[in-house]
């Protein structure tokens, strides 16, 4: 007996057609759709889920790491301080970076580092109302399942939702799904992340009058790497099994096990005391690494310091003071298909360089950038670097950094 189907073949709707697709709302996918909307694009963001923000909201990741270097200077600038300054618009619920935001002295800013703890729901319709100011048109409970390409283009990209399956056709495409969906299905090369990924399960819980954030799980350091200044110190790993994040059923094992130790731990806490209640819980797999796309340029964690001339913004290292990266734009497009470009997690770095930039104010930094250069060119080797420097820099974007 075989152990496949074949499906009919089918006619698929186009639903609908734009300029700037970018799969995936987490935060590379909102930076990337408020750059290309402020570039003139006519952009449709296709979300999985009904809430934008990804792993930051609705993953209750709700730490914004750092935009300085932990030595008193700010590096990532643009939507990356833009969307850090929206996350606390109405207030922050911890790490309020007074320091930076209300004049404070060099020394206050080397003890503080620049980020700050956001409320996930109020950040995600923030964002959502900005991006419809923006016109882009947000496409909520929509998966994209496939793309149809025409030679090395994508034609367009199959999503389904709760009215079947449907195309959307666009002229460019930006994968910002995290797990670089986009790209497989395009058949661009792509890479996976070797050490997969730890069990963890954040949550918010109810004690003593105030409402806490718990990072059940909180860390998956590398050795040797630690967390100066940021808060994030401790240590705690919750199971040794390790996840792709890339299989259904694997990744269903992976939430179920993690809601099973979470459930332990508050069970064991409310035991302690009865007061102690969950208010809400992560509602995503919490994956860190899983799939990203190899790009014309991969780039690793020893290049610290080092001047690209094609970078798209400054980023730091949220785990260490010091090091800063320029970023150079070869790592959000590929060889292999004209109309793609990758925000996100889904950018082209090794597994080492992996940990820095995941995290969300460097999401920021390359949804702008891909954003932007889908916009205002179209394939990726249309693209004017200098023109696209030139339009960054006018977005408040710092490309290069003062190495001493
Ligand atoms: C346990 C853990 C702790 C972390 N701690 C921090 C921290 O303290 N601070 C920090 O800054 N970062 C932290 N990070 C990293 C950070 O939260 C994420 O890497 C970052 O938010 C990723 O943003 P993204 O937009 O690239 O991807 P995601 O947030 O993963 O967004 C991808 C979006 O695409 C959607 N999507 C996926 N596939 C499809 C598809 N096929 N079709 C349509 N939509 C799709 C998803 O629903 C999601 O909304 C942590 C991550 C984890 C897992």
């Not at 497989?184 to 992340?193: D, P, R």
């Amino acid at each position: 007996m075989t152990s496949y189907i074949i499906e009919k073949e089918r006619k698929t709707d186009i639903a609908l057609e734009c300029d700037v697709l970018v799969a995936g709302g987490g935060i590379g996918g909102v930076a990337a759709a408020i750059a290309a909307a402020r570039n003139g694009a006519k952009v449709i963001l296709l979300e999985r889920e009904f809430l934008l923000g990804g792993l930051a909201t609705l993953g209750l990741i709700t730490i914004y790491l750092p935009i300085c270097d932990g030595m008193g200077h700010q590096i990532s600038f643009g939507l990356a301080e833009e969307l850090l300054h929206l996350s606390i618009k109405h207030g922050a619920e911890k790490h309020y970076p007074k320091a930076w935001l209300e004049d404070g002295t060099q020394e206050e800013r080397i003890n503080k580092r620049f980020m700050t703890q956001f409320n996930p729901h109020i950040f995600a319709i923030e964002m959502e109302q900005m991006l419809l100011d923006l016109g882009v048109h947000v496409l909520y409970g929509s998966v994209a399942v496939d793309v149809k390409k025409e030679g090395d283009r994508i034609d367009s990209v199959i999503i389904e939702n709760k009215s079947g399956r449907s195309a959307i056709r666009s002229k460019t495409v930006i994968d910002s799904t995290g797990d670089s969906d986009i790209c497989k299905y395009a058949e661009a090369e792509t890479a996976v992340f070797k050490n997969k990924n730890g069990l963890a399960s954040w949550y918010y819980y109810y004690e003593q009058s105030e409402v806490h954030l718990k990072m059940f799980g909180l860390a998956d350091l590398v050795e040797g790497h630690n967390t100066q200044g940021t808060g994030n110190e401790t240590v705690e790993v919750i199971s040794n099994k390790r996840y792709t994040g890339l299989d259904g059923l694997e990744l269903s094992e992976m939430v179920i096990n993690a809601r099973h130790e979470m459930f332990k731990d508050i069970m064991e806490k409310k035991a302690k005391n009865p007061e102690y209640v969950p208010v809400t819980i992560s509602n995503l797999p919490l994956v860190r690494m899983t799939r990203r796309l190899c790009g014309k340029y991969t780039m690793d964690d020893s290049e610290m310091h080092t001047y690209f001339e094609d970078s798209i913004g400054t980023i730091c290292d949220w785990r260490k003071r010091g090091p800063v990266y320029e970023l150079p734009f070869r790592c959000l497009i590929g060889d292999d298909i004209k109309n793609l470009y990758v925000a996100g997690r889904n950018i082209s770095v090794t597994d080492a360089m992996w940990d820095i930039t995941r995290v969300i104010p460097v999401c920021a930094v390359t949804g702008e950038a891909a954003g932007t250069a889908a916009a205002l060119y179209g394939d990726v080797d249309k693209v004017d670097i200098k023109g696209l420097q030139e339009q960054l820099l006018a977005q408040n974007v710092v490309l290069h950094h003062k190495f001493e």
